[in-house]
């Protein structure tokens, strides 16, 4: 790969600006001053910037509090999208894994492991995704067993209807705050199994995605790398 676009994945700057550090002497490659940004390299050339290692980082993991009102896509000529929440982070090969809708929030990974992202949402490997839920009414009485057997989700404006795999469905601290686990992720799902039960989403969170937890620290909007431990644990569970 080109220096200039090394440096440019791991965030040291611009093309621009990797270009004028480069002119000004202070990035050099295999112990040499580098003279030009197309010159070639590899993810294991020695590369520095003013005396300091720039080890290239070949996959890019990180979790987002995804906010209300940005959607869940690489770009778009209208809208936000959670890319533009990464000013720091120049990756090109960036991508959300799955999609929050405009209005949910929570966990979002965001990656360049088109592998793992392949695995995770794969319909054969049954991913749980617990989401924190708002509704315009009490949760019913037989509305957990009827998580628990597989709702009968009839054709809408949002889809074909389908039988869902069993959910669970937790109360929390009042009947209409409520958290579901799922273990697919068909469009507005969440949204139409409550439908499908007389209910109305008025607020959705995603908090986990397999052993993948929210950060609580992460405010809506705030992204961080995930640790060497949160990578191993997720592959190893879609093995």
Request: charged share 30%.
């Amino acid at each position: 790969m080109r220096l200039d676009r090394y440096m440019a994945d791991m965030s040291i700057g611009t093309r621009k600006e990797i270009g004028m550090m480069i002119r000004k002497g202070r990035v050099t490659v295999n112990g040499t001053t580098a003279k030009d940004a197309a010159m070639q390299v590899s993810p294991d050339t020695p590369v520095f910037v003013d005396g300091t290692p720039i080890p290239y980082e070949e996959w890019t993991y990180l979790i987002m509090n995804k906010p209300c009102g940005v959607i869940s896509a690489t770009e778009d000529p209208r809208q936000k999208t959670v890319l533009d929440l990464l000013p720091k982070i120049r990756r090109k090969d960036l991508f959300p894994v799955g999609r929050l809708d405009i209005d949910t929030t929570g966990l979002l990974l965001i990656t360049n492991d088109g592998a793992l992202s392949h695995r995770l949402l794969s319909p054969k490997r049954h991913v749980d995704k617990t989401y924190e839920v708002m509704l315009e009414k009490p949760v019913g009485s037989g509305d957990p067993a009827a998580f628990a057997a597989g709702l009968v989700i009839p054709k809408d404006a949002d889809g074909d209807g389908f039988t869902a795999l069993p959910a669970k469905l937790v109360e929390g601290d009042s009947p209409k705050h409520v958290f579901v686990t799922i273990r697919e992720g068909k469009y507005h799902q969440v949204k139409r199994m409550f439908a499908a039960r007389g209910n109305k989403v008025l607020s959705l969170k995603r908090l986990t995605m397999g052993s993948l937890s929210l950060d609580p620290e992460l405010h809506e909007g705030e992204y961080r790398r995930l640790t060497g431990a949160e990578i191993k644990a997720l592959k190893e569970e879609t093995l």
